[in-house]
């Protein structure tokens, strides 16, 4: 482990040059005035400021006056005789004129001064769909893939690379919040109107949010109360009559901005389209309320902090559309689906800026869940308590150069309580399950950039250590290099390990009839991931966009996912350590006319399998071809925007049921089908009217459960879906905002 901190360790400085003077130039309003000059008045000699307004000049003993000065401003004189920092606050000349610039935002962003890529949505592109909620929020890219994981209770993942959502880490405004209980429902707790912009990457990134990231991160931006409109309200129902409500409000109290949200849905009617008696989607209620507040600028000095508390009640309610959860709930003989679950949250950024060189940052969250539910006749009780803390130092040395460390701390309590209210069906895993987790991790990253900005190299490591397994070490590295202005190569190598949360991600095998089958002790997933990418973009006067291809290898030491193959009426549990494999290509263009027309293409191949008795054995559910299209139009009045995506998904490998009866037979693999949406926008003054359709083409995989027509039989399962359940959805709403 000491080797990894000694790669580190030698990158780091060992003491700064002496005689100098560093410092910062910045207006009334504490804003970086970049390019001010900086001048001794004894020589003559000096520099301009950086872009964030800091400076570092060298001195001689007869230099002890500085003269400071900027377009516009009235210039500053200092002694600094006995300073080795100072701070220039410059007025600003009362003879200037107001000059007012307004640009359009981009719908989505490539940057190319990131070392790792980062895909960034923002609430320009989450408004080309209805956006109910987070899941809902990436039908325009092709990176991230929603898949519903249990159609009972329509709960979804977000996969990267083809591989299961619990490999990409998905964080709340930088916050671990969406793991253990809440990763079944905690993406379609975020509504999509409470997002302000999405950042996606790809592979092994960064070491500073954690070990977890294996095949990518998700960091949800939620909206800035001091940017945010003052109010904001966004009406929603679609053709199943399932209603949302969103509102927001923007205040300031002292130097504090605050955000104060409320999120409401109101279940649908009843819908069985396909006939097979259960319900299409299931009946949801849920309340949210959030309050944000945030004070000072993180890159000012002196203090900033973010802060927000977050409460969410949600009722499920699927199952055989007959159901009643006053009557039937546990019953063996009507199938039904109960979830209630309760979850208080809160976190907190609090960040001290010494100088243009330290910073010293605390993250803190913590939240609490507590569910009940009934799967048929199996009752699921849980409860979790979360923490999280982390202490980060930067400093800045050289010319561009940083070095981040720090120390971790992370608690998680999950008690889960399983019973069968009948013994029809042959299952044994019920019982208590309670897991405690304590980790404590140290870690250190350094950011170099050198040939004046055309390379930048990060070199991470961080050590953790489980209070059930130990020490755990996971390097990182990254690498960036431009060529030109337009053109940047990216390439990352790193490892991620996990431990295991099997019944919350794995909630199909509760509502199923399977058994499930722990064979051995359970040992955390561990994977290496390595992945290339090169991004090429291109601008004229009327035509800009970019092409980007990417390549990510993921190969697991030790990967768990159920064998659903192996006996139709179980799931067998344990540690494979053989060769698992995941190989992922991606290539995406997207081209800008005349500020009108918004044109995207998106391939994705995916080769997921693993060596299974020297046969190569292609996980399920995964279609080895993707291909996404979407096309916008917004005239330049801006009056109205229409958007149109298409998706294409290939075959997918399905469970092995040949040794169910024939008429519980599944084949082995799924059809390719096509889905196309399309949505129309009209734009007032003060509000945004807008009407859609989803699945325009009515697609639907036709009664995906086996064994719907007896549901407490050893065969019931809904383990095979693979497209959508419940076809065309029209929809309207209304966006309202007081800026």
Not at 11 to 40: C, E, H, R, Y
Not at 108 to 113: A, E, I
Not at 512 to 528: G, H, K
Not at 611 to 636: C, D, M, V
């Amino acid at each position: 482990m000491l080797r990894y901190f000694f790669y580190i360790l030698v990158l780091m400085p060992f003491g700064s040059a002496a005689q100098t003077v560093t410092g910062k130039v910045v207006d009334g309003n504490n804003k970086p005035l970049s390019g001010a000059s900086v001048i001794w008045v004894n020589n003559k000699k000096g520099i301009t400021a950086k872009e964030d307004g800091s400076f570092s000049i060298k001195r001689t003993a007869a230099d002890n006056m500085l003269v400071v000065s900027y377009s516009g401003y009235t210039k500053d004189t200092i002694d600094v005789s006995n300073a080795d920092t100072v701070l220039f606050v410059l007025k600003e000349k009362s003879n200037l004129q107001a000059v007012e610039v307004n640009a359009e935002k981009a719908g989505t962003l490539m940057s190319n001064r990131s070392p790792i890529k980062v895909e960034i949505l923002t609430s320009v592109e989450l408004k080309k769909s209805a956006c109910c909620d987070l899941a809902g929020c990436f039908e325009t890219q092709s990176s991230v893939q929603p898949q519903t994981t249990n159609i009972i209770t329509n709960a979804k993942e977000l996969r990267i690379l083809g591989l299961s959502g619990v490999y990409n880490q998905v964080l709340i405004d930088g916050f671990p919040m969406i793991q253990g209980l809440t990763f079944t429902y905690g993406i379609s707790g975020i509504p999509g109107t409470l997002v302000d912009n999405i950042y996606i990457s790809k592979g092994a990134n960064s070491v500073l949010q954690g070990y977890e990231s294996i095949s990518g991160q998700i960091n949800v931006e939620t909206k800035k109360p001091n940017t945010t409109e003052k109010l904001f309200a966004n009406l929603y129902m679609n053709s199943f009559l399932e209603e949302h409500v969103n509102l927001a409000t923007n205040f300031k109290k002292g130097k504090w901005h605050s955000l104060l949200a409320f999120h409401m849905v109101q279940p649908a009617n009843k819908t069985d389209k396909d006939k097979d008696d259960f319900l299409d989607l299931p009946l949801l209620t849920r309340y949210m309320i959030m309050n944000k507040w945030k004070v000072g600028r993180e890159n000012d000095w002196g203090w900033s902090s973010e802060m927000a508390v977050r409460f969410l009640n949600e009722n499920r309610v699927g199952g055989q559309i007959f159901f009643n959860p006053g009557e039937h709930k546990g019953s063996s003989t009507i199938y039904g689906n109960t979830v209630k679950l309760n979850q208080p949250e809160m976190w907190a950024k609090i960040n001290y800026r010494f100088n243009d060189i330290h910073r010293l940052t605390l993250y803190t969250s913590a939240f609490h869940q507590s569910q009940q539910s009934f799967f048929g006749s199996l009752s699921y009780k849980a409860k979790q308590n979360n923490a999280f803390v982390n202490l980060q130092h930067e400093f800045k040395y050289g010319v561009n150069h940083t070095l981040k460390s720090g120390i971790s701390f992370k608690h998680l309590d999950i008690n889960e309580d399983i019973l069968f209210t009948d013994n029809i069906i042959n299952r044994n895993y019920d019982g208590n399950y309670h897991r405690v987790e304590n980790i404590v991790g140290i870690f250190s990253e350094n950011t170099m950039i050198f040939f004046k900005g055309k390379l930048t190299w990060i070199a991470g490591v961080r050590a953790d250590n489980h209070n059930s397994f130990g020490w755990n070490v996971t390097p990182r590295t990254l690498l960036k290099y431009d060529p030109t202005s337009k053109l940047t190569i990216r390439a990352n190598l790193g490892t991620g390990w996990r431990t295991l949360n099997f019944f919350s991600e794995n909630v199909s095998l509760l509502a199923s009839s399977r058994d499930i089958i722990f064979t051995e002790a359970l040992q955390p997933e561990r994977a290496l991931n390595m992945g290339v990418n090169i991004t090429q973009k291109f601008e004229s006067k009327n035509v800009s966009g970019y092409i980007s291809m990417d390549y990510y290898r993921t190969s697991f030491q030790n990967q768990i996912f159920p064998d659903y193959d192996a006996d139709p009426t179980k799931a067998f549990i344990k540690n494979f350590t053989g060769k698992s494999i995941s190989n992922g290509f991606q290539t995406d263009f997207f081209m800008k006319l005349f500020d009108r027309y918004e044109f995207k293409a998106g391939y994705n191949f995916l080769d997921v399998y693993r060596i299974n008795n020297g046969n190569k054995e292609a996980l399920p559910f995964n279609p080895r071809h993707k291909i996404l299209t979407t096309f916008s139009y917004k005239p330049l009045s801006n009056k109205f925007h229409t958007d149109v995506n298409i998706h294409w998904y290939g075959q997918q490998r399905l469970p092995n049921t040949k040794s169910n009866p024939v008429v519980y037979q599944r084949p082995d693999y799924s059809r390719d089908y096509t889905t196309v949406n399309a949505q129309f926008t009209y734009l007032f003054k003060n509000f945004e009217v807008y009407t859609g359709c989803e699945n325009i083409f009515n697609f639907r995989q036709n009664q995906p459960i086996i064994s719907w027509q007896n549901p407490f039989s050893p065969y019931f399962d809904i383990s095979s879906v693979w497209g959508p359940t419940r076809g065309r959805e029209f929809y309207m709403g209304v966006r309202w905002k007081l800026k």
